[in-house]
């Protein structure tokens, strides 16, 4: 059905010419499809192209140093309940989910990726012991 794919700069775009004049000219830049016929062209939306904002990934990962470093001044125990509290939470956070209350979904990342740092530590501390 689909003969060719291609990216098209808007100027090499055809149409028939019943389709011509309805159709406004753009500076779109997007995908075309060419179908069987090679009159017949249709184009798709790409999606802009987004780079990371170096600012916010810095201080995402400053905070992140930082909880580490609160993590590991904390002792194995006070890890051990902090995970079980978080693992609770979790769990009550699925209840509201499933209860359709509201919550706020973003928790969810939050508190699994906080149980996760608080598990390497200890995965740490383990092998360091020589366990």
């Known amino acids: ?14 149409f028939p ?9 753009s500076s779109f830049n997007g995908l075309r499809f060419q179908r069987a016929c090679p009159n017949t062209v249709v184009r798709l939306p790409t999606a802009p192209f987004r780079r990371p904002c170096s600012s916010s990934s810095v201080v995402m990962m400053a905070k992140r140093e930082e909880e580490m470093k609160e993590i590991r001044t904390k002792t194995t125990e006070e ?38 740092r608080l598990l390497t530590v200890k ?3 383990e092998i360091d012991d020589g366990i």
């Open 1 to 14: 059905m689909l003969g060719a794919i291609s990216i098209a700069p808007p100027s090499t775009v055809t």
């Open 17 to 25: 010419a019943k389709l011509l004049s309805p159709i406004p000219k």
């Open 79 to 116: 890890i051990n309940e902090e995970v079980v509290e978080l693992k609770g939470e979790l769990f009550m956070l699925r209840l509201q989910k499933s209860a359709r209350n509201e919550f706020t979904s973003s928790e969810f990342r939050r508190m699994r990726k906080r149980i996760a």
């Open 123 to 125: 995965r740490e501390r």
